[in-house]
């Protein structure tokens, strides 16, 4: 095994929460400004110039830019050139997590399902969630972390469909979770969509869509279509910005999808909020820590 400081994935879990509260990612930035230059109903601008404040407010004062502070998720790819101890990685991701709802501090917004005790720590049995992916021809631990607020989480549904209904009705389907939504996601966001899998599958797949940067299209041409044709009906709809009325509904409609059974398809839908956080490390094995997005 090898001599490698776990502390400094610790380290790193709770800087990426706390980055990820604080500092929103350049792409999102980008996105909404382009969303305000092509609005053109003057209270919806307003809304667009309040978020641009309330951005700049948490950037001068390097403080959180929702108060929903959401569960903590972690996306890492771990390195097959390396020997990484997954057990010890996880342990730390908790810690990290921990760590920085106690000393940031910020609300704590894990319960118990039941008792609803609320240890104000962020996490407890099942959290914080964190997948597992490894990759080839590298030794980094590569570590995404993205915070997920109730607003947005509560509106995320799942259907299984049949190969019989066709993609026109997994469209509706999408384009119905979305109306039915409202104004609970703080839209304009990225709605991610689960396409394929399994029923456990396809939501993780939705969740993995917002993630990823906006705008930036799926490798497969006919997935990417599609997104494009869901970002045009959602727009449509004139709900606009905090669902107040607007020519934009949506910054951007990501899909992921996955090889399925011959009988079935599932569907997933997963909304992210206007403040699309996100933020992202790079650990080399000699303890050298890159942050991004």
């Keep these: 095994?090898?001599?490698?400081?776990?502390?400094?994935?610790?380290?790193?879990?709770?800087?990426?929460?706390?980055?990820?509260?604080?500092?929103?990612?350049?792409?999102?930035?980008?996105?909404?400004?382009?969303?305000?230059?092509?609005?053109?109903?003057?209270?919806a601008k307003e809304v667009f110039r309040a978020m641009f404040k309330t951005i700049a407010i948490a950037d001068e004062q390097k403080t959180l830019i929702c108060q929903?502070?959401?569960l903590p998720i972690y996306m890492v790819k771990m390195g097959s050139d390396y020997l990484w101890n997954g057990y010890e990685v996880k342990e730390r991701l908790s810690t990290g997590a921990k760590r920085a709802t106690l000393e940031f501090p910020f609300r704590g917004s894990s319960t118990h399902p039941l008792t609803r005790v609320n240890p104000q720590t962020s996490v407890g049995k099942g959290l914080p969630v964190i997948y597992f992916d490894y990759v080839k021809d590298s030794d980094c631990l590569d570590i995404l972390m993205a915070p997920k607020g109730s607003g947005s989480e509560n509106m995320s549904t799942m259907k299984m469909f049949y190969p019989a209904h066709g993609v026109t009705a997994l469209k509706r389907f999408v384009i119905e979770a979305v109306f039915e939504s409202g104004a609970n996601p703080c839209p304009p966001g990225v709605i991610g969509v689960g396409i394929g899998g399994t029923a456990d599958l396809v939501m993780k797949l939705a969740k993995e869509a917002i993630v990823r940067p906006i705008?930036?299209?799926?490798?497969?041409?006919?997935?990417?279509?599609?997104?494009?044709e869901l970002e045009e009906a959602i727009n449509m709809m004139?709900?606009?910005?905090?669902?107040?009325?607007?020519?934009?509904?949506?910054?951007?409609?990501?899909i992921e999808t996955a090889y399925t059974h011959i009988t079935q398809n599932p569907?997933?839908?997963?909304?992210?909020?206007?403040?699309?956080?996100?933020?992202?490390?790079?650990?080399?094995?000699?303890?050298?820590?890159?942050?991004?997005?």
């Design 1 to 43: 095994m090898n001599d490698f400081d776990y502390r400094i994935v610790e380290e790193a879990a709770k800087e990426l929460y706390i980055r990820a509260l604080c500092d929103l990612p350049p792409d999102v930035r980008t996105a909404l400004h382009k969303a305000y230059e092509k609005e053109t109903q003057p209270a």
């Design 68 to 70: 929903d502070t959401g």
């Design 215 to 228: 705008g930036q299209r799926n490798e497969d041409p006919e997935v990417a279509r599609m997104e494009i």
């Design 238 to 254: 004139g709900r606009g910005p905090m669902g107040l009325g607007g020519d934009i509904s949506t910054l951007a409609v990501h």
């Design 267 to 293: 569907v997933a839908v997963n909304t992210q909020c206007w403040p699309a956080r996100r933020s992202r490390a790079t650990i080399s094995p000699s303890g050298e820590v890159t942050y991004g997005y």
